[in-house]
C-alpha cells in the first residue's frame, strides 16, 4: 500500500511556533542571561540542547512508531510518568525551585514529570475509553462500562490531584483536569457524567484556593489588579504595562523596557507580555492566529481518523495546546489569574516543550494514517 503523506499544514504552523520561540527566547533571555553567566545566548543554547533537539528526536519516533503501539504500551508509560511525579519529593532525586518540589535531577539533567503527564495521561485515558466503547465518533452512543469508566476516571484524576497539589503545580492540574474532561465528554459518554467531574472539579479548585494563601491573593489580584502594586499584585501590574506599551505596532524587536528586571519570569511564564511589548497588537494576534489554526488543523486530523483511540487522541493533544496557550495569554492579560504555566513552543522549559513536540509527532501519525 502506498504510504499516505503526513498534514503538512500542522507540520508548517509547528516549525513556525518553534522557531518563533527560539527567537523571541533569544531576544527576551539575553539580558538576564548576561546578569546570571556572563554570556547573553546560555538560555538559548540551554533551550535548544534540551528541549528543541530532544523533543524533535522524541517528536520523530512518535510520528514513525505505529500508533497501536501507543495504545499497547501507554498504560506502562502512564505508570512510569506516576512513579516520577513522586520521585519529585525524593531529596537525593528531586529539587525544589522557586518553593515548587516538580524536578527531578539526572547529573546536568533535569526535567519535569508533569510535563509528560498532560501527554501519557490523555494517551491513556484516550485508550481506556475506547476499549470501553463499541461506538464511532459523535453517534448514537452504543457502549459498554461508561458506569465504571466514571468511577476510573474520577479516581484517576483524584490521584494526579494528589501528586500535582503537593508539588505544588495547580496550573498544570488545571490544564490536564480541563483537557481530560473535554475528551471524555467527546467519547460520547453521558454529558451529566461530564457534568458531575467539572463540579467536582470546581469544588476542589475552591478548596485548594483556601487552604493556600497565595493562590487566594491571585484570585484576589485578579479582581483587582491595582491591589498591592509592589507586592502580591506585582507580576500582572507589570505584564499589563508591556502589554499596553507595545501598542499596535509594538516598539520593536529587541527594545522592551520590561524585560530589564522588572516583569518577573520574562523568559518563562510571562514570555507573552514581553512578546506583545516588542511586536505590538499586530503580532500578538498572529501568534494567538498560529495557536487558533494549531487546534483547527488538530481537529481536522481527529475528525478523518477511523478509530476511536486515535480520534481522541487527537483531540487530547490539541485541546491541551490551545487551552494551555490561553490560559497563559489570558492571565498575562488580566483575563484569568496567573497561574504560573508555559506558553506552548514559546516559554524557556525543555520539559514542556519536549512533550508538545511529541504530541506534534503523533497528530501528524494520525494524519498519515487517517
Request: hydrophobic letters at 55%.
Amino acid at each position: 500500500m502506498k504510504t499516505r503523506s503526513f498534514d503538512h499544514p500542522l507540520f508548517v504552523i509547528s516549525v513556525i511556533l518553534v522557531v518563533l520561540g527560539i527567537l523571541i527566547l533569544a531576544g527576551v533571555s539575553a539580558v538576564f542571561s548576561q546578569e546570571q553567566f556572563g554570556k547573553p545566548t546560555y538560555f538559548l543554547f540551554h533551550q535548544i540542547m534540551y528541549g528543541v533537539a530532544p523533543g524533535l528526536i522524541l517528536g520523530f519516533l512518535a510520528f514513525r512508531i505505529p500508533l497501536s503501539y501507543f495504545k499497547k504500551w501507554i498504560f506502562p508509560l502512564f505508570l512510569l510518568n506516576l512513579v516520577a511525579l513522586g520521585l519529585v519529593f525524593i531529596p537525593i532525586i528531586g529539587f525544589q525551585s522557586g518553593g515548587a518540589t516538580r524536578w527531578i535531577g539526572l547529573g546536568p539533567f533535569s526535567f519535569q514529570p508533569a510535563e509528560f503527564l498532560k501527554i501519557t495521561f490523555l494517551l491513556y485515558l484516550a485508550a481506556l475509553i475506547s476499549s470501553r466503547s463499541r461506538d464511532s465518533f459523535f453517534r448514537q452512543k452504543r457502549t459498554d462500562g461508561f458506569g465504571s469508566m466514571l468511577i476510573i476516571f474520577l479516581v484517576l484524576l483524584g490521584i494526579l490531584t494528589l501528586l500535582l497539589a503537593l508539588q505544588p503545580n495547580i496550573g498544570t492540574l488545571a490544564i490536564i483536569f480541563l483537557t481530560a474532561v473535554l475528551v471524555y465528554f467527546s467519547a460520547g459518554t453521558p454529558i451529566w457524567h461530564s457534568a458531575l467531574v467539572f463540579s467536582i472539579g470546581i469544588g476542589g479548585l475552591i478548596t485548594l484556593i483556601q487552604i493556600a494563601p497565595y493562590r487566594f491573593n491571585r484570585f484576589l489580584v485578579f479582581l483587582n489588579p491595582d491591589t498591592d502594586v509592589l507586592g502580591i499584585g506585582y507580576q500582572i501590574k507589570q505584564a499589563l504595562i508591556a502589554v499596553g506599551s507595545g501598542g499596535i505596532l509594538g516598539l520593536g524587536f529587541g527594545m522592551s523596557r520590561q524585560k530589564f528586571g522588572f516583569l518577573p519570569q520574562s523568559i518563562g511564564d510571562s514570555i507573552f507580555a514581553i512578546f506583545a511589548e516588542e511586536g505590538g497588537f499586530i503580532w500578538a494576534v498572529i501568534l494567538i492566529l498560529l495557536f487558533l489554526a494549531f487546534v483547527w488543523q488538530g481537529f481536522q486530523i481527529s475528525k478523518k481518523s477511523k478509530e476511536m483511540f486515535t480520534r481522541l487522541a487527537g483531540i487530547g493533544i490539541s485541546t491541551w495546546i490551545g487551552i494551555q496557550a490561553f490560559v497563559n495569554i489570558a492571565s498575562m492579560i488580566g483575563i484569568l489569574p496567573l497561574t504560573g504555566i508555559p506558553l506552548p513552543f514559546i516559554s524557556y522549559g525543555g520539559s514542556h516543550l519536549a512533550a508538545e513536540l511529541i504530541g506534534v509527532g503523533i497528530l501528524l501519525n494520525i494524519s498519515r494514517n487517517a
